[in-house]
């Protein structure tokens, strides 16, 4: 370790490795640690007026935890049954997501990095990324109306006979999985180019001279190099996909309330900011458990998805 801080200080300079040091450090402490803790710290406070905070009535409790789980005393159920299934079906929507860009982006950044040459893969990442330059609620927006009753793809569905009636992709959640899986797959694109553009084609080219179809070259050499990429383009689409409240509020259905609503609401609407705190605490803690689960499942260290 201190032959590491040695030599970062020796390559940098110490002026500039002192500053670099300094705001990282305090970005990382004034935006992520301690808004952190004192959502924590409020996530176990009684729900309370703010002139009551900081008073023997702003006392540490559980009973947010024990809401997300239990409900209200006055109920009859046994559980939260409403608070659970949104969460739960917030996480498999998530990991569905992920999947979903997972399947998609893979053959495109395989593509990119070693079948496009030249101009034809710069137009090809400039296709990519001009769409996001505008902005995610518009992109939102284009999605619902692409997506309606009198949509275009109703209408081309329509024109080919395919259906009779427009089909209600919004109240299905079509426009919701479609509109979230766009809305993140740079994030999963770029990673996964980042790792296979570094494989070695010469491995590509050996493994084909000695018969082997495309797709044990895939899963026997192009995956396992890119098991860094693809772990940290999945952690981070389903920890945003898991904490979209944008897209789920105008592409959502009926059916289709997202964990991250309920959070909104209790914030927003109930005024019961611990309830509010707690919900998203535990929605944290399982994006964790999440990204602690790929890193096993893809026997990759941390500092392999950071590079």
């Not at 406070?45 to 023997?56: C, G, I, L, S």
């Not at 046994?78 to 979903?100: E, H, K, M, Q």
């Not at 998609?104 to 034809?120: I, R, T």
């Not at 895939?218 to 981070?236: D, E, F, L, N, Q």
Request: net charge positive; aromatic share 16%; glycine share 6%.
């Amino acid at each position: 370790m201190v032959e590491y801080w040695q030599n970062f200080f020796r390559k940098n300079g110490t002026a500039l490795a002192l500053f670099l040091l300094l705001s990282v450090g305090s970005w990382i402490l004034l935006m992520i640690v301690l808004p952190q803790l004192f959502m924590m710290d409020f996530s176990f406070r009684a729900n309370v007026p703010p002139p009551q905070w900081n008073t023997e009535a702003h006392h540490y409790t559980l009973e947010h935890y024990r809401y997300m789980l239990y409900g209200s005393a006055q109920s009859t159920d046994s559980y939260n049954y409403v608070d659970l299934s949104v969460f739960g079906r917030t996480i498999l929507a998530a990991i569905f997501v992920t999947l979903i860009d997972v399947a998609l982006c893979y053959p495109v950044a395989y593509y990119l990095a070693h079948v496009s040459k030249g101009g034809w893969a710069r137009l090809m990442v400039v296709s990519l990324i001009v769409p996001f330059w505008v902005n995610e609620l518009l992109r939102a927006f284009a999605f619902k109306i692409m997506f309606g009753s009198s949509g275009i793809i109703n209408n081309a569905l329509m024109w080919f006979g395919i259906v009779d009636e427009p089909y209600d992709f919004i109240r299905n959640s079509v426009a919701l999985y479609s509109g979230l899986s766009y809305a993140y797959i740079l994030l999963m694109i770029f990673p996964i180019y980042n790792a296979v553009e570094s494989l070695d084609k010469n491995q590509i080219e050996a493994a084909r001279d000695m018969g082997s179809p495309w797709w044990r070259i895939h899963w026997r050499i192009v995956i396992p190099h890119a098991k860094p990429g693809i772990t940290s383009g999945c952690t981070m689409v389903f920890m945003l996909t898991a904490g979209a409240l944008a897209a789920p509020q105008i592409l959502g259905g009926p059916s289709s309330l997202w964990f991250t609503q309920i959070i909104y609401q209790s914030f927003n609407q109930a005024g019961n900011w611990a309830r509010g705190s707690a919900y998203a605490i535990i929605l944290l803690a399982t994006s964790i458990v999440f990204v602690l689960f790929m890193m096993r499942v893809f026997k990759v260290k941390l500092g392999e998805i950071a590079r």
